[in-house]
């Protein structure tokens, strides 16, 4: 059984104002507040199409490798549903901004993008259950009606629900690198509906499924791996897979069924006879092209090859412009690239992700951080301590030195000071002793371990394993 796979994914644009008309973009404006003629579709109301949802999605197209059309259109896609107050949503069917792009995955698989499109969203429905299946009624807010989206159709290159699942997060983290998309799932901005159909070991092809409502990278995964199974299954029992649209329910975690799957005629396009034919001249693109930012990929590559950063490490640094920024500021104040990267991603990136918040950089300034380095580098705190005054830092925004200093926390390498307590740690462990005299040289991390139980941490690891060899060889009585 091979699975295949294909992604339609729509991502609002972050305008200042909708597509077609002046009213502002705010989610968290009360419902149907943000409304006019022209995005509730009144008599008479014309549409004039916003430049900026235009320019984003050029930048789209060219970061997604795709060809930039100097002449495209708009359309109406003609569908009665309670959240779509027109009858119709204006779209480009016919003739899109950008076609024939790509997107490469990690484990080197080119997934091919047909088709970037400018469109406009619907509204928002309320439901009164978390399980659409459940709700008694529904609530209508008109306020998303008109925010502009692109809409990003893939070919079904695709055979894992994991390559589904980073696509989608390498096209998050791309969109969000241009500015032209906050790429928050959870909220709406990206929305993505998989296309999913099975080839039996003989080459029989089941129909294709369309899943929506998928909220969450994992959920795509979750989703894509659920149908594919369903749609195996119904293959080796000898049954018909329906052509149909089904919406993924996160509470049961499963697929239900929504309603048969629309034919492209069963819409009715035609040419939006309210605008004009959109025209962009070269000159225009190739503008755009030039001042688009160094992109995720090519940072993280660029990392590699410059500061010889793990790959893991230059990924996770490169993939969020804040950042890739906080990092390159760290590395520009004289600090080693390698051990930033190391930090930033190991300790405090984990406390964000502990606490599930994207990352802010003045949570933890870098001079904080800074500091913080060089007294763990010059062996003036341990890497315990250090990992405690972040957590510190992390939480109240305190001075690193301050924090050194209540708690006491500077190391002590001092050997007049060292070299009794080590002493008396060998003393109390005589068949250790032994063992190092035998030749197992290892159990000089025992000695150091105790040590720095008896010093709570203050005492330098590396000074006290060098005074503890010498002890033990006899260099100091």
Same mark, same amino acid.
């Given at each position: 059984?091979?699975?295949?796979?294909?992604?339609?994914?729509?991502?609002?644009?972050?305008?200042?104002?909708?597509?077609?008309?002046?009213?502002?973009?705010?989610?968290?404006?009360?419902?149907?507040? +943000?409304?006019?003629?022209?995005?509730?579709?009144?008599?008479?109301?014309?549409?004039?199409?916003?430049k900026k949802a235009v320019e984003f999605a050029i930048m789209a197209g060219l970061a997604l490798n795709c060809e930039i059309h100097e002449i495209s259109s708009f359309d109406r896609k003609n569908y009665f549903y309670?959240?779509?107050?027109?009858?119709?949503?204006?779209?480009?069917?016919?003739?899109?901004?950008?076609?024939?792009?790509?997107l490469n995955l990690d484990n080197g698989k080119h997934v091919r993008i047909r088709r970037i499109h400018i469109e406009e969203d619907a509204g928002k429905m309320v439901h009164s259950s978390e399980n659409i299946t459940e709700s008694k009624e529904s609530l209508i807010d008109f306020n998303r009606c008109g925010v502009p989206l692109i809409e990003i159709v893939t070919e079904p290159d695709m055979e894992k629900s994991e390559?589904?699942?980073?696509? *989608?997060?390498?096209?998050?983290?791309?969109?969000?690198?241009?500015?032209?998309?906050?790429?928050? *799932?959870?909220?709406?901005?990206?929305?993505?509906?998989?296309?999913?159909?099975?080839?039996?070991?003989?080459?029989?092809?089941?129909?294709?499924?369309?899943?929506?409502?998928?909220?969450?990278?994992?959920?795509?995964?979750?989703?894509?791996?659920?149908?594919?199974?369903?749609?195996?299954?119904?293959? &080796?029992?000898?049954?018909?897979?329906?052509?149909?649209?089904?919406?993924?329910?996160?509470?049961?975690?499963?697929?239900?069924?929504?309603?048969?799957?629309?034919?492209?005629?069963?819409?009715?396009?035609?040419?939006?006879?309210?605008?004009?034919?959109?025209?962009?001249?070269?000159?225009?693109?190739?503008?755009?092209?030039?001042?688009?930012?160094?992109?995720?990929?090519?940072?993280? =590559?660029?990392?590699?090859?410059?500061?010889?950063?793990?790959?893991?490490?230059? +990924?996770?640094?490169?993939?969020?412009?804040?950042?890739?920024?906080?990092?390159?500021?760290?590395?520009?104040?004289? *600090?080693?690239?390698?051990?930033?990267?190391?930090?930033?991603?190991?300790?405090?990136?984990?406390?964000?992700?502990?606490?599930?918040?994207?990352?802010?950089?003045?949570?933890? %300034?870098?001079?904080?951080? &800074?500091?913080? *380095?060089?007294?763990?580098?010059?062996?003036?705190?341990?890497?315990?301590?250090? &990992?405690?005054?972040?957590? =510190?830092?992390?939480?109240?925004?305190?001075?690193?030195?301050?924090?050194?200093?209540?708690?006491?926390?500077?190391?002590?390498?001092?050997?007049?000071?060292?070299? %009794?307590?080590?002493?008396?740690?060998?003393?109390?462990?005589?068949?250790?002793?032994?063992?190092?005299?035998?030749?197992?040289?290892?159990?000089?991390?025992?000695?150091?371990?105790?040590?720095?139980?008896?010093?709570?941490?203050?005492?330098? %690891?590396?000074?006290?394993?060098?005074?503890?060899?010498?002890?033990?060889?006899?260099?100091?009585?």
């Amino acid at each position: 059984m091979k699975t295949v796979i294909g992604l339609e994914i729509h991502a609002q644009l972050l305008t200042e104002t909708k597509a077609f008309c002046t009213c502002e973009i705010d989610v968290n404006a009360k419902p149907n507040t +943000n409304i006019c003629p022209v995005c509730t579709g009144q008599p008479g109301a014309l549409p004039v199409l916003n430049k900026k949802a235009v320019e984003f999605a050029i930048m789209a197209g060219l970061a997604l490798n795709c060809e930039i059309h100097e002449i495209s259109s708009f359309d109406r896609k003609n569908y009665f549903y309670p959240d779509l107050p027109k009858g119709y949503q204006i779209t480009q069917y016919f003739h899109p901004i950008a076609t024939e792009g790509y997107l490469n995955l990690d484990n080197g698989k080119h997934v091919r993008i047909r088709r970037i499109h400018i469109e406009e969203d619907a509204g928002k429905m309320v439901h009164s259950s978390e399980n659409i299946t459940e709700s008694k009624e529904s609530l209508i807010d008109f306020n998303r009606c008109g925010v502009p989206l692109i809409e990003i159709v893939t070919e079904p290159d695709m055979e894992k629900s994991e390559e589904a699942k980073e696509f *989608m997060e390498k096209l998050r983290d791309i969109l969000r690198t241009l500015g032209v998309c906050s790429g928050n *799932m959870e909220e709406g901005a990206l929305r993505c509906d998989a296309n999913v159909s099975v080839v039996d070991d003989n080459g029989r092809s089941s129909s294709r499924v369309e899943v929506k409502n998928i909220n969450s990278f994992r959920y795509v995964q979750y989703a894509i791996e659920y149908e594919a199974e369903r749609i195996s299954k119904a293959l &080796k029992d000898g049954k018909d897979v329906k052509h149909e649209t089904r919406g993924w329910n996160f509470v049961t975690r499963t697929t239900v069924s929504l309603r048969s799957k629309e034919e492209e005629n069963d819409y009715r396009y035609f040419p939006e006879p309210d605008l004009p034919i959109l025209k962009v001249s070269k000159s225009q693109i190739e503008n755009i092209k030039q001042n688009l930012p160094e992109l995720p990929d090519q940072k993280s =590559e660029r990392y590699v090859k410059t500061y010889g950063l793990a790959k893991d490490n230059a +990924n996770i640094i490169a993939k969020d412009k804040i950042i890739s920024a906080y990092f390159e500021k760290l590395v520009s104040s004289k *600090m080693d690239p390698k051990d930033s990267s190391n930090w930033i991603v190991n300790d405090l990136l984990a406390l964000f992700n502990a606490d599930s918040v994207d990352f802010n950089p003045d949570k933890v %300034p870098i001079e904080s951080l &800074k500091v913080l *380095m060089e007294y763990t580098n010059s062996g003036k705190i341990s890497r315990l301590s250090a &990992k405690e005054i972040l957590g =510190e830092i992390y939480k109240n925004n305190n001075n690193p030195q301050d924090i050194i200093k209540e708690k006491n926390l500077i190391q002590v390498s001092d050997e007049n000071s060292l070299v %009794p307590v080590i002493k008396k740690v060998i003393e109390n462990n005589p068949s250790v002793v032994e063992q190092y005299k035998k030749g197992k040289t290892s159990v000089v991390g025992f000695f150091v371990g105790n040590v720095m139980k008896e010093t709570k941490g203050k005492a330098d %690891p590396k000074v006290v394993g060098d005074l503890a060899k010498k002890i033990l060889d006899g260099e100091i009585k």
